[in-house]
C-alpha cells in the first residue's frame, strides 16, 4: 500500500505556508479531511468497472436472444419452392413461436395463444426425420377428414375453393386402378383420411412439388414450432453461395421485404 507523497511543506508560525497562501488553501495533510490512498491488490490487477460492465451486458444479450430464439421468435429461410406463390425459395421469414404455446412453453402461458388453425403456414418437424424442419399450409384438424379427388381438395365431405394460394404445375391427373406408382396417385387422388387427435395436417401450396402430408401422414402437435408470421428478407440466390457483389444486390427482391406472411 502506498501514500501519495505529500505536497508542500509545513505552514509558517503565522499561519501561512512557505508560498504565502493562507492554511486553508495549504495541501498539507491536516488541511485534508483524508489522505489519498491507492491500493494494489495481491492477486494482481482486477478487471476494470467499464470492463465487468460490458461482459455483464453481452451476457444478458446473448440471454436474452437464447431466450427469443428458444421461445419466441426464429428466423428460417425457404429452402425449396414447395410453398410457392405464398413462399418463395430464398425467403427468409420470422417465425412466431410462442403463437400455438408449444413445447415448452408453460413458461410464457403469460403470452397470447391459440391452436392451429386451417390456412396458418407453420414451421414443425418432419415426423420421419425429426432434425429436418419444414413449413406447409395447415389444412386439416383433430378430427377433419381430408379427401383429394382429381387435385380438388375436400373437407369433411365438402369441396374447398382454394383460390390463388395454390398452384398446380402439372395439369396431368393420376387416378387410381391404372396401376401407377402410389406417390403419383395420392399426389392427386388422396384419402379419405381421418386427422387423429392431437395431429394436424399439412399440404404444400405448390400442390404437384410438395413432399407433405399426403406421403408421411399427420403431424403431432408436440412437433409444431410455430407460424410464419413475416418475410423479412428475400433474394433470388436463394440459400448456400450465390453471387456476390452487384449481381447479389440486383437479385435482392425488394419488394417482399416486411410482407406478412399468409
Same mark, same amino acid.
Given at each position: 500500500? %502506498?501514500?501519495? =507523497?505529500?505536497?508542500?511543506?509545513? *505552514?509558517?508560525?503565522?499561519?501561512? &505556508?512557505?508560498?504565502?497562501?493562507?492554511?486553508?488553501?495549504?495541501?498539507? $495533510?491536516?488541511?485534508? +479531511?483524508?489522505?489519498?490512498?491507492?491500493?494494489?491488490?495481491? /492477486?494482481?490487477?482486477?478487471?476494470?468497472?467499464?470492463?465487468?460492465?460490458?461482459?455483464?451486458?453481452?451476457?444478458?444479450?446473448?440471454?436474452?436472444?437464447?431466450? =427469443?430464439?428458444?421461445? @419466441?421468435?426464429? =428466423?428460417?429461410?425457404?429452402?425449396?419452392?414447395?410453398?410457392?406463390?405464398?413462399?418463395?425459395?430464398?425467403?427468409?421469414?420470422? @417465425?412466431?413461436?410462442?403463437?400455438?404455446?408449444?413445447?415448452?412453453?408453460?413458461?410464457?402461458? %403469460?403470452? *397470447?395463444?391459440?391452436?392451429?388453425?386451417?390456412?396458418?403456414?407453420? @414451421?414443425?418437424?418432419? $415426423?420421419?426425420?425429426?432434425?429436418?424442419?419444414?413449413?406447409?399450409?395447415?389444412?386439416?384438424? *383433430?378430427?377433419?377428414?381430408?379427401?383429394?379427388?382429381?387435385?380438388?381438395?375436400?373437407? &369433411?365431405?365438402?369441396?374447398?375453393?382454394?383460390?390463388?394460394?395454390?398452384?398446380?404445375?402439372?395439369?396431368?391427373?393420376?387416378?387410381?386402378?391404372?396401376?401407377?406408382?402410389?406417390?403419383?396417385?395420392?399426389?392427386?387422388?388422396?384419402?379419405?383420411?381421418?386427422? $387423429?387427435?392431437g395431429e394436424y395436417f399439412f399440404l404444400g401450396d405448390n400442390r404437384d412439388e410438395s413432399n407433405d402430408s399426403r406421403f408421411w401422414g399427420s403431424v403431432p402437435s408436440s412437433q409444431v414450432m410455430?407460424?410464419?408470421?413475416?418475410?423479412? %428478407?428475400?433474394?433470388?440466390? /436463394?440459400?448456400?453461395?450465390? +453471387?456476390?457483389?452487384?449481381?447479389?444486390?440486383?437479385?435482392?427482391? %425488394?419488394?417482399?421485404?416486411?410482407?406478412?406472411?399468409?
Amino acid at each position: 500500500r %502506498w501514500d501519495v =507523497a505529500r505536497l508542500g511543506a509545513a *505552514p509558517s508560525a503565522a499561519g501561512k &505556508n512557505r508560498r504565502g497562501l493562507p492554511d486553508a488553501f495549504s495541501m498539507e $495533510p491536516h488541511a485534508a +479531511p483524508h489522505s489519498l490512498k491507492v491500493t494494489v491488490a495481491a /492477486g494482481g490487477p482486477t478487471l476494470s468497472s467499464s470492463a465487468k460492465v460490458l461482459v455483464e451486458m453481452s451476457l444478458r444479450a446473448l440471454i436474452f436472444a437464447l431466450f =427469443a430464439r428458444t421461445f @419466441v421468435v426464429q =428466423a428460417f429461410v425457404i429452402p425449396s419452392g414447395s410453398m410457392v406463390p405464398s413462399l418463395l425459395l430464398g425467403d427468409h421469414v420470422l @417465425v412466431n413461436k410462442f403463437v400455438f404455446g408449444g413445447r415448452g412453453q408453460q413458461a410464457l402461458n %403469460w403470452l *397470447p395463444s391459440r391452436q392451429v388453425e386451417r390456412g396458418d403456414i407453420v @414451421v414443425f418437424q418432419n $415426423p420421419r426425420a425429426r432434425a429436418e424442419v419444414l413449413i406447409k399450409r395447415c389444412i386439416g384438424r *383433430p378430427g377433419d377428414q381430408i379427401e383429394l379427388v382429381a387435385k380438388k381438395l375436400r373437407i &369433411n365431405g365438402r369441396a374447398v375453393a382454394e383460390g390463388g394460394v395454390v398452384q398446380h404445375s402439372d395439369l396431368q391427373v393420376y387416378d387410381r386402378g391404372l396401376g401407377l406408382d402410389p406417390r403419383l396417385v395420392a399426389r392427386d387422388n388422396f384419402g379419405p383420411y381421418l386427422v $387423429p387427435a392431437g395431429e394436424y395436417f399439412f399440404l404444400g401450396d405448390n400442390r404437384d412439388e410438395s413432399n407433405d402430408s399426403r406421403f408421411w401422414g399427420s403431424v403431432p402437435s408436440s412437433q409444431v414450432m410455430g407460424r410464419a408470421a413475416l418475410v423479412y %428478407w428475400s433474394t433470388e440466390s /436463394g440459400v448456400g453461395a450465390g +453471387p456476390h457483389g452487384v449481381e447479389a444486390f440486383r437479385r435482392v427482391r %425488394w419488394e417482399r421485404f416486411f410482407r406478412p406472411v399468409r
